[in-house]
């Protein structure tokens, strides 16, 4: 038995822990916006008084759902998921501003004209 076959199942560890860790940032995606639209329904519904206030609240978490897959996977598709948050997480002030390709912008000299 060579040490490749009794690191194999570490690999595959770890490369089941970065599926679920893309998994959970992709579902962290989709569940924004139905939180947010779920939360101005529930402030809808308290400003109102309704009595069909579980309807409201289903129509606007199943719109938030439904926007929040069209933007993961959008996202998914034009940067990837990991860019996207690293963007978020990102400190622009420390790491220094970047593009969408990634490459640091500089500063310009201003023209002595």
């Not at 034009?78 to 490459?103: A, C, N, Q, V, Y």
């Amino acid at each position: 038995m060579s040490k490749f076959t009794l690191l194999k199942p570490l690999e595959w560890y770890m490369y089941g822990q970065g599926f679920i860790l893309v998994g959970w940032l992709y579902v962290q995606i989709v569940l924004s916006p139905m939180a947010i639209l779920s939360i101005a329904s529930l402030i809808f519904i308290d400003i109102q008084g309704e009595d069909t206030s579980f309807t409201i609240l289903y129509f606007a978490s199943g719109i938030g759902f439904i926007a929040g897959l069209v933007w993961a996977e959008r996202i998914r598709r034009t940067i990837g998921i990991l860019t996207f948050h690293s963007f978020l997480l990102s400190t622009p002030e420390i790491e220094g501003w970047r593009d969408r390709d990634g490459k640091v912008i500089s500063r310009q000299k201003p023209n002595k004209s």
